[in-house]
Structure formats: C-alpha cells, structure tokens
C-alpha cells in the first residue's frame, strides 16, 4: 500500500504543474518537472514490469536513473546559484561524478541497486543544497526566503536525499528481506518530497502576492513602539 502511495504521489507534481503553469514558466521549474516526469514513469515501470526485469536490467535502470536524477536537480540548483564559486564547485563535482557513474556502471557486477553512486549523488546534492541556502542567506531575494518556489523544491531534495542517506549506502550490503523490511523509509520520503514539490508548484510567481509576506503574522500593535 505505501509503495502504491509514493508511486502515485508523483502524480500530484505534475497535475499542479499543468494546472498553474503560467505560475512555473520560470526559475528553471521546467527541469524539476521533467525530473517529476521521470520518477514517476520509472516507478510506475518496475511496478507493471516487475516479474519481468532481471536484477541485470534492474541495475542498469536504476543507474540511469541515478544519474538523470543529479542532471535534473543539479541544473535547476545550477540555474538558481549566483556565485560563479558556486556555480564552479558545481560543475567540477559533476564531472567527477559522471566519471565515477561510467566506471561503476561498467565494473560493478551482481547488484540490483547502484548503492554507491546513489549515495555520493545524495551527498553531492545535500552539499549543494546547504550552498544554496548558504548563498540565500547571504543575498535574501525577500523576507521570507519560504515564499519563494525554490526553497521548497531545494527543502524537498534535502529532506529527501537526507533521509534515504544511509538506506542508500547499505543498500548493497543487505539481504533483500532486509530490503523489504527497510524500503518503506524511501516510500515515506518519496511521498514527502512530492507533497513539497506540488507545494511549490502551488506558489505564486516571485514578484507577486505571496502566501508568506511580511504581513503573514500581523503588524504588532502601536503600543509595542512606544517605551
């Protein structure tokens, strides 16, 4: 039931996508749900064709996956930095990334879950996330950095990635009954990181009326200036 729950609740992005879509012309939300796409086709696969692919098959999908996954998200981050620094570590990183994808494709053998680069993605992408937020900090586009569509679409590859951490790096080195009982954690994280990414699909456009502004908990009353 929870596997049906997150694989269904890629559905919800990409509704709210096409239903405010002139809100998600920009800031590069086009790449998030392209990755939205993606997931959900890829779940929705394994779980039509599951007594039909063979762990070989298995691996190669989920390392393609793997690898569109970081595309996606560190193109959107990519496209939001404002420091070349940033911008630089960025790419850099992914090179190396890509590099060590290819020889882990070719020179792993007998698993059916890239483990390993699953898991240097995930710290990779947590890194940049905490550069992001760093970099908003630093240079606020406004009062309340929530308001904006991206800090909900950054939030929700942290609380993401952050969570299925560890499950990613023993992956390989745990039985599949183990799988069965530990899988769930991903599922739960999965669903909330579709419930924040419609969430920021929802949101207005910068520039524009906002759900959090800076009068979204009142003005204190006159009273509280005067000594």
Same mark, same amino acid.
């Given at each position: ?122 710290? *990779? ?35 993401? *990635? ?66």
């Amino acid at each position: 039931m929870l596997r049906l729950l997150s694989i269904y609740s890629g559905i919800l992005p990409i509704f709210f996508f096409f239903l405010y879509l002139n809100r998600n012309k920009k800031e590069g939300l086009w790449v998030i749900f392209l990755y939205v796409m993606v997931s959900f086709l890829t779940d929705f696969s394994f779980e039509i064709f599951k007594f039909k692919i063979n762990p070989e098959l298995s691996f190669i999908i989920f390392s393609l996956f793997t690898v569109l996954e970081y595309t996606f998200f560190t193109t959107f981050i990519y496209l939001n930095f404002k420091k070349q620094l940033f911008r630089n570590i960025l790419v850099y990183s992914s090179i190396l990334f890509y590099t060590f994808c290819i020889l882990s494709f070719y020179y792993t053998d007998g698993y059916t879950f890239d483990s390993l680069p699953a898991s240097i993605e995930s710290i *990779l992408v947590i890194v940049f996330c905490i550069l992001f937020f760093f970099e908003q900090i630093n240079t606020p586009e406004t009062s309340f950095i929530y308001s904006t569509k991206k800090f909900w679409i950054v939030t929700a590859f942290l609380i993401y *990635l952050s969570g299925t951490l560890f499950l990613f790096v023993y992956a390989s080195n745990i039985t599949e009954n183990e799988q069965n009982l530990y899988w769930p954690i991903n599922y739960v994280f999965n669903i909330l990181k579709n419930i924040i990414i419609t969430l920021a699909f929802l949101l207005p456009t910068s520039g524009s009326q906002n759900f959090f502004n800076d009068d979204f908990f009142g003005k204190p009353p006159v009273s509280h200036y005067k000594s």
